[in-house]
């Protein structure tokens, strides 16, 4: 993305990069979840590495609304970061089936 795409269309290319990595050949799921059901928090080293990433991508999220404008930033990080998660693990269970589009044009539909 570059710095001068609307923040609008950097939330839709979070989303839109999600899809494409759900239909990649290789997908299966989210090494970070998967290894967060199997440790939990008994491995510390695990636990800061998959904490930090998911961070980071809550992070990337906040600035985008942010360079909207967005109201409620926060509540919107917390909604667009669920859904992702939501959708990477639906297209792990269901692999034909992708609801990437229905989720993105909702929330952006929602965050104003």
Known sequence: MSVNTPAREK???IFEWHRRWFKAPDFNGCIFIKA?????DSVPAFTAIMRSHKTAIQ???RRCLSEMGAREIEK???LI????EGLTIHANMFKTDDFTDRVMNTVLALVQ
């Open 81 to 84: 970061f669920i859904c992702i």
């Open 11 to 13: 939330i839709r290319a």
């Open 59 to 61: 992070d990337l999220v």
């Open 36 to 40: 967060s059901e199997e440790f939990g």
């Open 76 to 78: 919107h990080t917390a």
